[in-house]
């Protein structure tokens, strides 16, 4: 017994400090977000800033939701004079500057929405590959349709 609860005490103490030392190497920021749901079956999308504070870059290699099955990482690229989204496996952040996930841009597709209430708030949970991990909570906004298709278009 007594046993027990010193793994179960060291094991709260090893997390207080995991969570501490990602606290203190922290020099990423997430800002600006928002959370737009696709119409009928279409994917819904995320735009807003990714702030590197650090003197490294870093690369942003995966963002989870409850509220989705899977979350794609996009960009678009010109292809035949045509702009169109693509998928990549990360977004690269230099040293001490923003990227914007913007319309046009890049951004983060929902995909698979598992939640019924479409005006719930949303988790996201952004993954670094320092290691470090941004917890955000967004209200969707309200969708307008024109500006959804023309999301879309191309797709
Ligand atoms: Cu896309």
Do not use: C, W
């Not at 501490?20 to 749901?37: F, N, R, W």
């Not at 955000?136 to 307008?144: F, G, L, R, T």
């Amino acid at each position: 017994m007594m046993k027990y609860f010193l793994a179960a005490a060291l094991a709260v103490l090893l997390s207080t400090h995991v969570a501490q030392a990602q606290t203190a190497e922290g020099h990423i920021t997430v800002s600006d977000l928002t959370v737009k749901h696709g119409i009928g079956a279409r994917p819904g999308v995320v735009h807003g800033k990714l702030s590197n504070h650090g003197r490294q870059a870093v690369r942003l290699t995966n963002v989870t939701s409850p509220s989705f099955g899977r979350i794609e990482l996009h960009t678009h690229t010109k292809i035949d004079g045509v702009m169109r989204m693509r998928q990549v496996a990360e977004l690269a952040l230099a040293a001490r500057a923003t990227l914007e996930l913007k319309p046009g841009g890049y951004h983060l597709m929902l995909f698979e929405p598992t939640m019924s209430d479409k005006e719930a708030p949303v988790r996201l949970l952004f993954i670094f590959d320092n290691g470090q991990q941004i917890s955000q909570i967004v209200a969707p906004q309200a969708n307008a349709m024109r500006h959804d298709m023309m999301h879309h278009k191309g797709h």
